[in-house]
């Protein structure tokens, strides 16, 4: 089954609102990664947060990680019209060389 | 500059024909890798070869064979194709190391058998 289960799996906001997605997994991690994946295109790394961190920042990104709950979450605030895409996040296992196994992502759309 | 390039983009092909695609990274990269993407989005890893040499080979069946020339290059080559071969296919690649392992995708190469 899948390391990465996210939840939801489609969202639909309106620009300018803030949109939340979820991860979670299930075996102990090195670090936990979230990609943005546009329609017909390949994916982007957006932000990495290691084990042992709680939080992290990255423009209007922001990311937390709970390693007691094996969850994460991925907030966009004053979502864009440009934010449309499929979201994945992506987990490093400890252990597991370097090997990403990604979850099975949250198609967001944006509307104007 | 494309950092990780892969052809061909699109390949429709009958089934029995063997194809390859071609994947390139001018980034340095240490480690390149073949991940899958299925109609449903999910995403698989494939193979993953580390300077040449084969690190990760994920339940694959045999008639996919990857071929990695140099640490720069890591081609697919697939024989036999089936219905259930039809995906999309990313080439990627990553630096070994503690950052983290970030991985920089291509954008990808849609193969439909038919």
């Known amino acids: 089954s899948q390391q990465g289960e996210e939840d939801p799996q489609a969202l639909s906001i309106q620009e300018g609102e803030n949109a939340t997605m979820n991860c979670s997994y299930k075996?102990?991690?090195?670090?936990l990664q979230w990609y943005r994946q546009n329609s017909g295109r390949g994916l982007v790394h957006l932000i990495l947060i290691r084990s042992n961190e709680r939080e992290k920042h990255s423009g209007r990104l922001r990311v937390t990680l709970d390693t007691s709950k094996k969850s994460s979450s991925l907030l966009i605030t004053a979502s864009r019209a440009a934010d449309t895409a499929s979201y994945f996040c992506?987990?490093?296992?400890?252990?597991?060389?370097?090997?990403?196994?990604f979850g099975t992502g949250t198609q967001l759309k944006v509307e104007l | 500059d494309t950092a990780v390039s892969q052809t061909p983009k699109y390949l429709v092909t009958q089934m029995g024909n063997d194809k390859s695609i071609k994947c390139e990274q001018n980034l340095g990269h240490d480690t390149m890798y073949w991940y899958k993407q299925d109609s449903k989005k999910f995403l698989k890893i494939m193979f993953s070869y580390n300077n040449k040499e084969l690190i990760i080979n994920e339940t694959v069946p045999n008639r996919f064979s990857p071929k990695s020339p140099d640490k720069a290059h890591l081609n697919l080559h697939i024989n036999s194709l089936e219905l259930g071969d039809s995906a999309v296919y990313f080439c990627a690649s990553s630096h070994t190391g503690n950052s983290g392992n970030t991985i920089y995708f291509g954008e990808g190469s849609w193969l439909t058998v038919v």
């Open positions: 992506a987990t490093s296992l400890t252990g597991g060389g370097n090997k990403l196994t």
């Open positions: 075996t102990s991690i090195n670090n």
